[in-house]
Structures are given as C-alpha cells and as structure tokens.
C-alpha cells in the first residue's frame, strides 16, 4: 500500500513562493503517474501538475503554467510542487496523488484517476 504524506504548506503573501513536498512510503511500488490538486473551500479539486513517472514527462494547468513546477526526487522518494508568484486564489488544500496501473486523462489525470491520495497541506495566501 503506497502512502503520501504532504508537506511544505502555511502562509504567504502575494507574490511569495513556496514548495510542498509529498514523500511516499513505497516509492519502489510501481507508480504510472503521481499528481498534485488543489480543494479550496465550496470548490471542486482541481489538477494543478502531473507526472508520468517512467519518462519523467510533466504537465501542468493553465492557472499553473509560469508559476509552478512538478517535479520528482527518487533517492528521496519525494515528490515536490514548486510554486511562484502566488496570489491568493491559490489558496487552497493541496494534495498529492498516485497511480500505480494505466493513468487515464491524459495530460493532466482528474482526481477519479488517482487511488492513492494523501492527507492534504494548507496554503493560505494574503493579499
């Protein structure tokens, strides 16, 4: 059973950047793709970034593209979300997801394509 633990999330004002971590605790387990979302309160998750980890190919969201990077570290068996220029309709829950057999909704896989999800990390931006 693969488990992701979220890190990296607080507060920070427009314009800041932060990275949020997601170490996984069976990274050797077969992973087709890993994701990041975001939930903020009334609203739908939303894909922000995605990775398919066999050739390391990324893609993001539109509300994402110039200001974040995905990225992945498999010594450490840790995925990141690098994130610039934040404003504060970034706020939101941030989590990280895996799949470990076909990653369906190709580029960017929606939160019903992922089986394994972890806890969530807040990030608050103030204007």
């Known amino acids: 059973h693969v488990q992701l633990v979220e890190s990296g999330g607080g507060s920070v004002q427009t314009g800041g950047s932060m990275r949020l971590s997601c170490a996984s605790s069976?990274?050797?387990?077969?992973?087709?793709?890993m994701g990041w979302f975001r939930q903020a309160p009334g609203k739908d998750r939303e894909g922000v970034a995605a990775?398919?980890?066999?050739?390391?190919?990324?893609y993001l969201a539109d509300s994402a593209k110039g200001r974040f990077t995905i990225s992945q570290d498999n010594a450490k068996s840790t995925l990141y979300l690098n994130m610039n220029d934040l404003n504060p309709e970034d706020t939101a829950m941030y989590y990280c997801?895996?799949?470990?057999?076909?990653?369906?909704?190709?580029?960017?896989?929606?939160?019903?394509?992922?089986?394994?999800w972890g806890q969530g990390t807040q990030v608050t931006v103030s204007s």
């Open positions: 997801a895996a799949e470990d057999s076909f990653c369906a909704g190709y580029p960017l896989p929606g939160p019903r394509d992922y089986n394994h």
């Open positions: 069976r990274y050797t387990y077969k992973r087709n793709c």
């Open positions: 990775v398919y980890t066999g050739g390391g190919r990324t």
